[in-house]
């Protein structure tokens, strides 16, 4: 959630994160299928578990935006 939140703050144009309790938000969690935290979803079309270094996360980010 950390480098979510700080490739947003870097690019605040293009980026929106939201921090969610997977154990306060559990009908959100079950939603999105999260078993294990951290588990990043992005646009609810693409995710990445664990915590990876920010490089994969942008890869993630790119390869859904079609960039």
Known sequence: MLLAHQIAMTNPEMVLAE????????????????SSVPDTVINGKGR?????????????????MGA
């Open 19 to 34: 921090g969610v309790s997977a154990q306060e938000f559990m009908d959100l969690s079950a939603t999105y299928g999260i």
């Open 48 to 64: 990445v578990i664990g915590a990876v270094p920010e490089n994969n996360l942008i890869q993630e980010i790119k390869r859904l």
